[in-house]
């Protein structure tokens, strides 16, 4: 079972807008916080943004600070990333990943196993790229 789906993805000029969705199932969405990442060809996975469970806390990357916007809905079971003003060094395949510790934020939190708190999920990821 796919837990998480990601959409929105394409090709676009630098400075340009993408949304991103991430559609959820199979979990209990609200409980879970939900990051993204980005990996580019031949790079490591980057942490890009994430949202507590009820949607207070977010966190950004330094590298996006100010140009994407993380939110979810939880009456659809779907967290959106919003790119503004992109840039060829934004060129990835964007992943999304949930993690049972409500308030788990940061590269470290996602990619360490959830341990007793259940288990986290990852995306297949979805495309950007960003033309110069």
């Known amino acids: 079972q796919e837990h998480l789906v990601e959409s929105g993805g394409g090709l676009v000029q630098a400075g340009g807008s993408l949304s991103l969705s991430c559609a959820a199932s199979g979990f209990i969405f609200p409980e879970y916080a939900i990051g993204w990442f980005r990996q580019a060809p031949g790079k490591e996975r980057e942490f890009v943004a994430s949202?507590?469970?009820?949607?207070?806390?977010?966190l950004y990357s330094d590298s996006v600070k100010g140009r994407f916007t993380i939110s979810r809905d939880n009456t659809k079971n779907v967290t959106y990333l919003q790119m503004e003003n992109l840039s060829p060094e934004d060129t990835a395949v964007y992943i999304c990943a949930a993690d049972p510790r409500t308030n788990c934020a940061g590269y470290v939190c996602f990619v360490r196993s959830a341990g007793g708190y259940g288990e986290n999920y990852w995306g297949k990821g979805t495309q950007v790229t960003v033309s110069s």
């Open positions: 949202i507590s469970g009820p949607g207070y806390g977010k």
